[in-house]
């Protein structure tokens, strides 16, 4: 039986009613987007045709979910909130604060040595609010997710840029901040932009090489990093029926690389087996009833240019594999063309690491595909040249390929390691030995992002995104450039030999199968169960709430850093060492922007400190300016917080006195986090303006006081030799998030709600 199947099915009672009404009110045929978002409308949200990009909307959503590293920030909110329980089925996952080395016995007991603190926290905050506790090595978030809790046609968030991977299901799952799922978790409306419509109809099916991965993997070239941004990414078209429910998955997961709001498929007969391979026939007879509102009306699909803002056609018959990489996850690749580029590019070809897995393919079906080149190779009389390593995506799918025998194929590697069910090296968790040295090499991997030092912390490490069955493949040549589909390898006999197309299997022929899941159901009453955080603890600090805005213009701010070029969430916030500090604002803030390049130097980490003329480590320029109680800003490009839902990279900044981050674009879950922590996140009118700020610029708000609803803000900038320029910024504020500046954050806002 399935987890919250009461919640479920009363989601499906009301569906079609819902769907029927919003058809009728916008006259018109729906797509599956539209009406999984048009039947999550908050109660008071009236029912309009709303303006996709523009009008910003209430939900509802089903569920929430979290992952370690996330949660402990957004429970440490939750907690300020006067809740005694979640409003909403609630789980937290424990899977980044894992680390990768030697092998899963050695590394979770390390692990768990060392973060212990921290998984107790977890799990007695969640005792005690209601929320479904996934202990350390029960798996990755998101394959645990749809193993157990996703169901097509629903709408869930999460902590965490990649929670799309439900839309493997059928679901909107969507990636946010903290301070968002804390909204939901507490009972409010969770706000989002509408969302526009791609809609990316799949034909024909897959052959040979070619995988689910390799869709997204193409997409992710056509759109780039930031082409999805503020859009839903919809797919449909006979082609989608042909996949399995965890390629669809892996589709949908790396579809945060492009910027998407999320993706999702319409409901079919392989998400209905997969429901039922993981027992959950009660969500697929619900279903089932229902299962023409659980995709886009047909007309939608006969005529998509006329429902969609653009259509993008991909033939899977005609689909090659591809590499996408390095340092970023859209330069994408076709296999046969790498070895001309490579070698145009100077990457090292040598690959030292091939790794598979991570939550966007480590499902059963991913192992199977990826262990028929392991065991074609052997019985071939070929060695692995590279080292593999291998994370499997839950307990369950670990347990059920140990007993099939999967796990054995890729040990016949002597250097194979199989990792902790957890995110290891795809968050940087990854202990690699001798990446200290900094040396320039390339490792592939099936993971989703690919940003330079993500991996390893090695800035030279190209890191190359695949499937699982071509990293399969290079692992075994040893060679980023090998083509499995032209290409031969010499066997220790000397002969020529050429690998056979990987084989694989949808789903375990015996079924899933585990004994401990991992799973810590919370009290039914949790108000005798104490949270205790030591008061000198490194890991966790109780939040004290940001100040309020005193209600006047913002005068004599300074800058902190102009950052140049690409600003991810990793540049803003670093994982890998860091991720240790995720409980602890203040001593995690001793990574704000250290990875940002300053544009004045070229260099990270090194900013002018205008007050005492020094060169400073960001962090310590920050603290210097607001110990003296000066205001500080920070400038960047485009598309500024791509990457991930990490909260901390807005948390930061303003725990250090940044007031407002001004950039030419922004990537959608940070500006949000910067407007639910009580900062201005702004745009450029002009972009050319980015280039008149100067290293030693003050800064005065002239018209904050009248901040308001797409009303431009005016910014004056003095610069040292005491000339100005007056420039125009942008915002996407309405009335509520204003409110949430004026509060100081939206925190402080819903405690003074419940007070």
């Known amino acids: 039986m399935a987890f919250d199947i009461e919640m479920i099915n009363e989601v499906y009672s009301g569906l079609t009613k819902r769907i029927n009404l919003a058809r009728e009110i916008l006259n018109r045929p729906l797509t599956l987007s539209e009406k999984i978002l048009y039947s999550h409308l908050w109660p008071s949200e009236k ?10 909307v209430e939900f509802r959503p089903d569920r929430v979910a979290m992952q370690d590293a996330t949660a402990q920030m957004a429970l440490l909110q939750f907690m300020q909130a006067g809740k005694d329980k979640v409003a909403v089925p609630s789980t937290t996952h424990a899977d980044h604060l894992i680390r990768a080395k030697i092998g899963a016995d050695k590394d979770l007991q390390q692990s768990l040595n060392e973060s212990n603190e921290v998984f107790n926290f977890l799990s007695s905050v969640c005792n005690k609010y209601g929320i479904g506790f996934w202990k350390p090595g029960a798996g990755i978030i998101h394959q645990v997710i749809l193993e157990n809790y996703a169901f097509p046609g629903g709408m869930m968030i999460g902590t965490d840029s990649h929670t799309v991977n439900a839309g493997g299901l059928g679901m909107l799952a969507i990636g946010v901040g903290g301070a968002d799922a804390v909204d939901v978790m507490a009972g409010m409306a969770w706000e989002l932009k509408f969302p526009k419509l791609i809609g990316v109809k799949l034909t024909g099916r897959l052959n040979g090489w070619a995988s689910a991965k390799d869709v997204i993997l193409k997409i992710a070239g056509i759109l780039t990093v930031k082409g999805g941004t503020g859009s839903i990414v919809e797919y449909f078209g006979e082609g989608a029926l042909s996949l399995s429910a965890t390629g669809k998955g892996t589709i949908c997961n790396m579809g945060a690389e492009i910027g998407a709001t999320t993706s999702t498929f319409g409901y079919d007969k392989s998400m209905e087996r997969y429901l039922r391979n993981t027992g959950r026939d009660d969500v697929a007879n619900s279903a089932n009833k229902i299962r023409e509102n659980l995709t886009g009306d047909k007309e939608v699909y006969e005529n998509p240019e006329l429902y969609f803002d653009q259509v993008i056609e991909i033939n899977l018959s005609e689909l090659t594999p591809y590499i996408n990489g390095p340092f970023t996850p859209d330069l994408a690749t076709p296999v046969a063309q790498m070895k001309e580029k490579a070698k145009k590019n100077n990457w090292p070809t040598d690959i030292e690491w091939a790794l598979i897995g991570s939550c966007t393919n480590s499902s059963y079906e991913d192992l199977t595909r990826a262990s028929s080149i392991i065991q074609d190779a052997v019985k071939k009389g070929l060695n692995v040249k590279s ?5 499997p995506g839950s307990e369950q ?9 999967l796990l054995d194929i890729f040990k016949q590697s002597k250097s194979t390691r199989i990792f902790t069910n957890a995110c290891g090296p795809c968050i940087g968790q990854w202990d690699r030995e001798g990446s200290e040295k900094q ?4 490792i592939i991997h099936s993971f989703n992002r690919n940003f330079a030092k993500r991996a390893d912390g090695n800035p030279n490490t190209h890191a190359f995104v695949a499937s699982p069955e071509i990293v399969a493949a290079i692992a075994i040549s040893g060679k980023l450039d090998f083509n499995p589909i032209t290409d031969y390898l010499i066997n220790n006999a000397g002969e020529e030999i050429k690998l056979s197309e990987p084989t694989g299997l949808e789903l375990p022929p015996n079924g899933f199968d585990v004994e401990d899941n991992g799973y810590q159901a919370p009290a039914k009453n949790g108000s005798g169960v104490e949270v205790i955080i030591k008061e000198d603890s490194e890991r966790l600090q109780r939040l004290t709430p940001f100040k309020e805005w ?48 300053n544009a004045y130097n070229g260099q990270t980490n090194s900013v002018l400190n205008q007050l005492n003329k020094s060169i400073q480590k960001v962090p310590d320029a920050a603290r210097f300016y607001k110990k003296s109680g000066i205001p500080t800003i920070v400038v960047g490009d485009h598309n500024y917080g791509e990457g991930s839902s990490r909260e901390h990279a807005a948390m930061e900044p303003r725990h250090l006195g940044v007031c407002a981050v001004i950039v030419k674009s922004f990537a959608r879950i940070h500006e949000t986090n910067l407007k639910k922590q009580g900062m201005l996140a702004l745009t450029f009118c002009n972009e050319t303006d980015y280039d008149l700020i100067q290293e030693d610029d003050s800064f005065n708000f002239l018209d904050l006081t009248e901040f308001s609803p797409g009303k431009p803000l005016t910014l004056e900038l003095i610069h040292g030799d005491q000339t100005s320029h007056f420039i125009k910024l942008n915002h996407t504020y309405n009335n509520s998030q204003i409110e949430w500046f004026k509060a100081g954050s939206a925190l402080n806002l819903i405690k003074k709600q419940n007070n």
């Open 439 to 442: 040396e320039k090499n390339s």
């Open 550 to 597: 005193d209600g006047k213009n913002i005068k004599g701010a300074k800058l902190l850093i102009k950052a140049a070029g690409k600003c991810t969430t990793d540049h803003i916030s670093m994982a890998g060492p860091w991720l240790k500090y995720r409980g602890h604002l203040d001593n995690i803030s001793n990574n704000c922007l250290i990875g940002a390049v």
């Open 387 to 391: 080292t593999l390593g291998i994370n």
């Open 47 to 56: 029912l309009k045709n709303f303006i996709k990009g523009k009008d910003y």
């Open 397 to 405: 799918v670990r347990y059920t390929a140990e007993r099939d025998g």
